[in-house]
């Protein structure tokens, strides 16, 4: 629980905070973060649910087995040059079952914030998710592991959102999803593939609200990310997350990346991915870095 | 006049055996041990699995997680048939002369975290005997569908 108040008041320095949250890892040493195998809960995504970067996963964060208990705490930054969205976050993994998730997010209107008349304005945003692993596991089962999610989102800052026509300030995603690892699956590598299904009325994953002149109601959209391992500690993949919304004025793109995934241990994970978000509230070609950082317990 | 390629894909018949053909396909690749014996030649043949065998077993014997569960297991015995098993699981010239998976493992009540253990230390071991990564893989596609048969019995 400190943890997450120190990951929440550390948002506006990321680079600062990972720093400190890597010492803590490293000062945790041996302490015991469950017993599945490496890379197996994934990272966090920019929403707080175990995935890549903005694909949620089936794996349940962190790595507790049917018999224990896993916690993780991340912080991420995407930073395109007109926008930069920092996360934070903390999860719980209940005996490969449950996975309960919070995450702040903050998006910096480097230049439309100006451009408004509005300097320095920040869009912020809170998700609380949870997830139940339906079935499955994704080494060990011939099947995909499979899980049902839901995600509730407020936003904090909804000024902006109700003018150009967002209806709602907090609503629900709710999404399933179904990864499977393929053990020496492309050239004895091991290959990963993952597929979600989110049902969701989010206007920009929620940073804009939701529903609109464009709709009020949920809209299914399809989501997908895969990979190889190229040893037990990285990984290499891109994802795939398509988007609509309902801000008929501020037309979304959807999401892509490409990434680097390190697993030194079982204690910390970094994320490195290049973006390609589109169009963004009329603003266009937002490409840019995104870095995550998490440890698990 | 002749059906369309695609009407005649489509057709009962040839999806019917389109099924068939994907299912023996899917069994033949999950059933039968490999019939060729690279991923034994792989592991170094007999001194190569014997020299594994022996790292594994190092490590599950001083792994504090999962030591207990071998307390009253003949390491000697124990490493033969495993020798056995890898041998004749990878393509090599063996026959296992143990129980099944299931029958050896009945009554011990495994638990996931346990058997995650066990995992990691066969994985540290071939990292140890110096066996390739995607060498690695192809073992763990070979053990891994086995935990069903040992969790929780």
Redesign the interface.
Known sequence: MSLLIFCGKASKRPWRAMLAVALLLAAAGTQAAGTRQLATGGASTIEGSAGGGIVPWASITGYPTGDEIGATAFLSRVDTGDYSLDSAGAALGLFNRIELSVARQDLDLITLGPALGLPGAHLRQHVVGVKLRLFGDVIYTDWPQVSLGVQYKKNRDFLIPSVVGATDDSDVDIYLSATKVFLAGVGNFNAFINGTARYTRANETGLLGFGGPGGNGRKLQAEVSGGLLFSRHFAVGAEYRMKSGSLPGLPEDDWRDVFVAWFPNRHVSVVLAYVDLGTIATLNDQTGWYLSLQGAF | MRPSLIGEFLSPRSLHRLAASLLLAVSAA?AAPPSDDSLYQALGAEAGVATLVDKLLDRVYADT?IAFLFAETDRTNLARLIREQFCSETGGPCAYSGRSMAESHSGMGL???E???F??DF?VAMEDAGVP???Q??M??IF??M??DVIGK
Do not use: G, H, M, Q
């Open positions: 999950s997680r638990k996931e975290k058997f995650d253990a995992v990691e994985i990564y995607r060498t893989n192809r763990l596609r891994a569908p935990r069903a």
